[in-house]
Nanobody, 128 residues
Framework: QVQVVESGGDSVQAGESLRLTCTPS??????????WGWYRQAPGNEREGISC????????WYTDSIKDRFTLSKDDVKNTLYLQMNSLKVEDTARYFC???????????????????WGQGTQVTVSS
């Protein structure tokens, strides 16, 4: 049984930093053979992909909304995905999830379908 656990979310002030972690169990990044990334969902909005890293870890993509502020990385030994979030803005407030990803031009980051092992996510709240 595959489970994904995200953590690291918190309530912070604008301009502060957070580091999110994602650890799948029952499946390793290597075994999955897929790129993995982060998604977020703000109240009233659909879940959107914001970053994606290749299976090898050699390339990453970011949407314009987070580019130059967030950094995605993964540790295959620890089987953990990270999202370092700097210079947080009020509009970054959302629940954050991780899952396999695929990238189309833009970049637009989409979940690999079908993916039925979404975790509970971790809440990030940024206040001004």
């Amino acid at each position: 049984q595959v489970q994904v656990v995200e953590s690291g979310g918190d309530s912070v002030q604008a301009g502060e930093s957070l580091r999110l972690t994602c650890t799948p169990s029952g499946l390793t990044f290597k075994e999955s053979g897929m790129a993995w990334g982060w998604y977020r969902q703000a109240p009233g909005n659909e879940r959107e992909g914001i970053s994606c890293i290749t299976w090898s870890g050699g390339r990453t993509w970011y949407t314009d909304s987070i580019k130059d502020r967030f950094t995605l990385s993964k540790d295959d030994v620890k089987n953990t995905l990270y999202l370092q979030m700097n210079s947080l803005k009020v509009e970054d407030t959302a629940r954050y999830f991780c899952a396999p990803c695929t990238v189309v031009s833009g970049p637009t980051i989409l979940p690999v379908r079908p993916w039925k092992y979404w975790g509970q996510g971790t809440q990030v709240t940024v206040s001004s």
